[in-house]
C-alpha cells in the first residue's frame, strides 16, 4: 500500500522502486459491464448510466467542504438510493467532510517543524550519497519525465526502472537515518490534535454510520445471484 506521505520501506523500495515505473506498462482493468452496456442502442445505453449513477438534470444535493470545492452527489440513482438506504441520510455530507478532513491533516502534517527537520536530513543523506534531489518530490519529478520521453520503448523502460530502484533503494535508507516515519507519526498526531472539535466529531458521526451499515448489511444476509 502506497503512503500518504511518500515514506518508503526497504523491501519495497528494492522491489518496486517508487512504483512508477511497474505501472507504466499496465492496462486498465476491464469493466465487467462493458460488453453489456454496449450491446444496447446510443439511447438506451445513456438512461442506464442515469438511472444507475444519476442524469446530469436529475436531483443533486450540493456539499460544502471547507477550502474545497463543492461536492455534487445524485440523489435520485440507483447507487445513492441504495447507499442512503443502508448508511442513512446523512452518510454523503459525513463522508466527504471527513475525506475533507483527512485531506488536510495530509497536507498539513509536512509543514511541520518535526517534519521538516527530519526532511533536511534526509536531503542531506541524499547528497551524502550522491544524489542531486534536494526535495522529496524531486526524484519523482525527474523519473516520470523519463518515463513520458521513453513512451515504449522497453530498453529505456528498463533503464528507467533500474534507476528508479537505485534512487528509491537510497531514499529509503535516508528516510530510516533521518527517523522521517517517526517524526511524520508525531506531526500527524499533533496536528489532529489541534483541530476543532466540530470536525473531529465527524469522524465519530461516520464510525457509527458506517457501524450501522455493517450490521443492517449482516442482517440482510449474501445477496442471491439470480
Given at each position: 500500500m502506497t503512503s500518504r506521505y511518500g515514506l518508503l520501506t526497504r523491501s519495497r523500495a528494492a522491489q518496486d522502486g517508487y512504483g512508477l515505473t511497474a505501472e507504466r506498462p499496465r492496462k486498465p482493468p476491464a469493466d465487467?459491464?462493458?460488453?453489456?452496456?454496449?450491446?444496447?442502442?446510443e439511447r438506451d445505453r445513456r438512461a442506464w448510466e442515469g438511472a444507475l449513477k444519476g442524469a446530469a438534470d436529475g436531483p443533486r444535493e450540493e456539499i460544502e467542504l471547507p477550502d474545497e470545492p463543492t461536492v455534487s452527489v445524485a440523489t435520485g440513482s440507483c447507487v445513492s438510493v441504495a447507499r442512503r438506504a443502508l448508511y442513512g441520510a446523512s452518510w454523503d455530507r459525513i463522508h466527504y467532510s471527513v475525506q475533507s478532513l483527512r485531506n488536510s491533516v495530509v497536507t498539513d502534517t509536512p509543514d511541520h517543524s518535526l517534519v521538516k527537520s527530519a526532511e533536511r536530513k534526509?536531503?542531506?543523506?541524499?547528497r551524502d550519497g550522491g544524489s542531486p534531489y534536494a526535495h522529496r518530490e524531486d526524484p519523482l519529478k525527474a523519473l516520470r519525465k523519463r518515463l513520458d520521453a521513453a513512451g515504449s520503448d522497453r530498453e529505456a523502460l528498463r533503464a528507467t526502472?533500474?534507476?528508479?530502484?537505485?534512487?528509491?533503494?537510497?531514499?529509503?535508507?535516508?528516510?530510516?537515518?533521518?527517523?522521517?516515519?517517526?517524526?511524520?507519526?508525531?506531526?500527524?498526531?499533533?496536528?489532529?490534535k489541534a483541530l476543532p472539535s466540530a470536525r473531529t466529531a465527524l469522524v465519530e458521526d461516520f464510525l457509527a454510520l458506517r457501524g450501522t451499515a455493517l450490521k443492517r448489511a449482516e442482517a440482510r444476509g449474501p445477496a442471491t445471484r439470480q
Open positions: 465487467p459491464n462493458a460488453r453489456r452496456v454496449s450491446a444496447p442502442a534526509r536531503a542531506a543523506c541524499m526502472g533500474r534507476e528508479e530502484l537505485r534512487t528509491a533503494g537510497q531514499d529509503a535508507v535516508c528516510q530510516v537515518e533521518a527517523g522521517l516515519a517517526e517524526h511524520i507519526a508525531r506531526a500527524q498526531e499533533k496536528v489532529e
